[in-house]
């Protein structure tokens, strides 16, 4: 199997939005009946979708896909995560296709599909189905303040593997992507990649994670400091970077956001992982975040610093620091609405209409008065 990659390339590939698309929503705003700005934020998403879809009215959007990415990390090791004594990151798997975990309760309530992949989930192959362990490198990855998290080869085909399920998702006519991941360790190992990135030292990037205590705190800190002093020899090559620093699943997801970007498939950030990803994929294509957007701030310093970079704001505030696509998703409703509203109202999806209800007796003056 060829795992090279000739990252060179994704700077001529990776297109910009179509501008016309988006002056054509601007245009059509103008045409409503309604206030200059009247609909905030919700103009400019439209007009980022117009530009997506490379059309204007836009089609609604009808296909989004939760997609998440899973891996375990060495560094989880030195127990710097609350999650890892309830249950490492199979379980959190297990949580997401039996539907019981808060994405896939989302996802159902706003008619998203959800997809995971294990890229490099530390359990057996044969614990989940086949759709979800196809595309897997490796079992975990190495503790990247003492050694690689991936081989170079490793590296190449977590990288290729996310490239392909971004053509999987634009084939299938996915239409907007909720990029998330499941991971024990991996806000340490996104902050070593944004830190590196960002020319920051380790208390600048390091984050309270899963909830960690003072103690563990300064644990991660150290880990990351130490992880640092290995990738800043590799900061000029991207895919050894994501071998000595990140994982499998920082690799697949960097491979997958810039293939959707060349797909012309719009995504949306979630939390730390995806963030320090698309600070890595930036490097590599720097067009490629006109095809993102970022759904909230988790609370993480490094993610903080890595939207800067990226120039992204985010979508709301809804407070939520888990991760696990939650926050991603909680924007979908903001984007339908921003592609409903410019679309043709023919276009626009009709929801059921309610069955009728028996008006409820309310307590008249009367009766209030009686009781007393």
Do not use: N
């Amino acid at each position: 199997m060829d795992t090279t990659v000739d990252l060179d390339t994704f700077s001529s590939l990776v297109e910009r939005p179509d501008e016309g698309a988006r002056r054509g929503a601007e245009e059509r705003w103008q045409q409503l009946a309604m206030p200059r700005g009247g609909l905030g934020r919700l103009q400019e998403l439209g007009a980022w979708l117009a530009s997506a879809q490379g059309e204007a009215p836009i089609r609604p959007l009808t296909g989004a896909r939760v997609l998440l990415f899973a891996a375990d990390h060495g560094v989880a090791s030195l127990g710097i995560s609350t999650l890892q004594p309830r249950g490492g990151t199979a379980d959190r798997v297990r949580a997401v296709l039996d539907g019981t975990a808060p994405v896939a309760v989302l996802a159902r309530r706003y008619g998203a599909d959800v997809r995971v992949v294990d890229i490099a989930v530390d359990a057996a192959p044969d614990e989940f189905p086949e759709e979800v362990v196809r595309h897997r490198v490796r079992r975990g990855s190495g503790r990247i303040d003492v050694e690689d998290a991936l081989t170079a080869e490793e590296a190449a085909r977590a990288f290729r593997a996310g490239m392909a399920v971004a053509d999987e998702e634009a084939d299938a006519g996915t239409d907007l992507v909720l990029l998330g991941d499941l991971g024990v360790g991996s806000t340490t190992v996104a902050a070593v990649l944004i830190g590196a990135l960002c020319g920051t030292d380790a208390a600048a990037v390091t984050g309270r994670g899963s909830g960690v205590d003072d103690r563990t705190w300064m644990v991660k800190c150290a880990t990351i400091r130490d992880a640092l002093r290995r990738a800043r020899p590799v900061l000029g090559d991207q895919l050894a970077l994501l071998a000595a620093s990140g994982g499998a699943d920082f690799a697949a997801i960097t491979g997958f956001l810039l293939q959707a970007a060349v797909r012309k498939l719009p995504v949306v950030l979630d939390g730390v992982v995806s963030a320090a990803c698309a600070l890595v994929a930036q490097r590599i294509a720097f067009r490629a975040p006109e095809w993102w957007r970022a759904s909230a701030l988790t609370g993480e310093p490094a993610q903080a610093k890595a939207y800067d970079r990226l120039t992204l704001a985010p979508l709301h505030e809804a407070g939520v620091t888990m991760g696990e696509g939650v926050s991603a998703v909680l924007a979908l409703p903001l984007l339908q609405a921003a592609g409903d509203t410019l679309a043709e109202p023919a276009a626009v999806p009709s929801a059921k209409p309610l069955p009728p209800r028996a008006p409820a007796k309310l307590p008249t003056a009367a009766d209030l008065l009686d009781r007393y």
